[in-house]
C-alpha cells in the first residue's frame, strides 16, 4: 500500500524533539513526508551511539520522511541564529512549518508542583520556564517569519498549555503560557496578509517519558489525569491536520486545543481513543478570546 505523504516537499522545524511531544510531533510530520529539522541541547554520544536526538531523525526518514538532527541551546539566541542559518542555506530559503516547543522546565515543575511561588528561588523558577519556553520561541518566530514572508507562506504553531488560562504547576508555567498564547495571537496580527497562520496549540495531558516517570509509577495527584492521557504523536496528527487544511486561515491567531481538532479533523490516538473534550466552561473562554483576538477585526478596530 502506497501511503499518502501530503507533506512531502515541506520543511518544517520542531524545537526540542529529542523527547516529549516535540518527539512525536516530529514523527507525525516526517510520517506525512516533510524535512523535518529536530533540535535538543548539545549532547555527546557515547561510543559512536546514536544521541536519542539522532535516534529521532533517523526514525523521521524510515517513516518516509527526511529527518536531520542539528544540536542548538536554545538558551542561546546566536545559536538559534545559527541555526536558521543552516535551515536556509540547505534549503534554499524554504521553510514551511516551524513548531515552537522545546521546553526546559518539566524538571523544575514536577518537581515544585506543590510549592508557593514566594518559596522558590525567583530566578530559576522564571527562567527555567520561560527562557527557552517563552523568548527563544519569539526569537525563533522572528527568523522563521523572515523565511516564510517572501515564499507567502508558512505556519507557526507555538505549543502552549490550559496553564495559559487558569493556575497550573506554578506561577512561572501559567505567565509563560498566557504569554505563548499572546505571541501566537499577537504575531497573527503583524502576519496578516503575508500567507503565514499563527496559532497557539494545547495539547491536554500528555502520557510523555517524563510525565510517566514522575506520575504514572507512584499515587499522585496527577495520576489520573495523566493514565488517560493523549499520546506523543497525537499533537503532531492534529499539526499535520492543520498544515493541510486549505481553510486554516480561519484559525488565524487562535488558540486551539487537540481536542477541538481532533474531533474537527476526526483524529484518532492509540486504541482508538480521542482526548477528552476540552470542558464546556473552557471551551467558552477560547471562544470569547478567540473571538477578540482575530488578527483582521483587530486591524480593523486598529484603524478606527
Ligand atoms: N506533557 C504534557 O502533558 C503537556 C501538556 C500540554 C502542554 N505541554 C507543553 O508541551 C511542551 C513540551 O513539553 P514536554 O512535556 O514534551 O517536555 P519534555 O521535557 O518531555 O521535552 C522538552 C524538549 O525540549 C528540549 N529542550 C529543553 N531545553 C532545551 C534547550 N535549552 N535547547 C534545546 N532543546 C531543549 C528537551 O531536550 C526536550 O526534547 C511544553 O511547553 C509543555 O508545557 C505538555
Redo the contacts with the bound molecule.
Keep these: 500500500m502506497t501511503l499518502i505523504r501530503p507533506l512531502s516537499n515541506h520543511v518544517a522545524l520542531v ?9 512525536g510531533i516530529a514523527l507525525q510530520l516526517g510520517e506525512a513526508g516533510a524535512k523535518v529539522y529536530v ?3 548539545p549532547q555527546k554520544n557515547s561510543e559512536g551511539k546514536q544521541t ?2 539522532e535516534k529521532v531523525a533517523a526514525e523521521i526518514t524510515q517513516r518516509g520522511g527526511v529527518g536531520v538532527a542539528i544540536f ?5 539566541p546566536d545559536k538559534v541564529k545559527d541555526l536558521f542559518e543552516q535551515i536556509k542555506k540547505e534549503n534554499d530559503g524554504q521553510l514551511d512549518i516551524l513548531v515552537n ?7 523544575f ?1 514536577f518537581e515544585n508542583a506543590t510549592n508557593k511561588f514566594f518559596d522558590l528561588d525567583p530566578v530559576e523558577s522564571f527562567d527555567s520556564a520561560n ?3 517563552l523568548r ?1 520561541h519569539y526569537i525563533c518566530a522572528v527568523y522563521a517569519s523572515r523565511l516564510m514572508i517572501p515564499r507567502k507562506q508558512g505556519l507557526i504553531v507555538t ?5 495559559g488560562m487558569g493556575y497550573l504547576f506554578d506561577v512561572a ?1 501559567g505567565v ?2 498566557a504569554g ?1 498564547d499572546k505571541l501566537a495571537s499577537d504575531m497573527a496580527v503583524d502576519l496578516l496578509n503575508t500567507g503565514i497562520l499563527s496559532v497557539s496549540l ?10 510517566q516517570e514522575a506520575f504514572l509509577k507512584t499515587d499522585n495527584p496527577f495520576k489520573k489525569i ?1 493514565e488517560k ?2 499520546s ?1 504523536e497525537y499533537s503532531g496528527k492534529c499539526i499535520v491536520a492543520l498544515a493541510t487544511d486549505t481553510e486554516r486561515e480561519k484559525f488565524n491567531g487562535n488558540i486551539l486545543t487537540t481536542a477541538l481538532l481532533g474531533r474537527k479533523y476526526n483524529i484518532f490516538d492509540e486504541g482508538n481513543t480521542q482526548p477528552m473534550e476540552t470542558r464546556p466552561r473552557f471551551q467558552k473562554y477560547l471562544n470569547v478570546v478567540n473571538e477578540l483576538r482575530t488578527p483582521a477585526d483587530f486591524r480593523k478596530n486598529l484603524e478606527g
Design positions: 524545537t526540542g524533539a529529542s523527547r516529549g511531544i516535540g518527539r533540535t535538543g541541547r536519542p536526538l542548538c541551546d536554545h538558551s542561546n516547543n522545546a521546553y526546559a522546565g518539566v524538571d515543575v527562557n527557552v519556553g527563544n505549543i502552549s498549555s490550559l496553564g508555567y509563560g503560557k505563548c494545547w495539547p491536554g495531558a500528555v502520557r510523555t517519558e517524563a510525565v495523566f492521557g493523549e506523543v
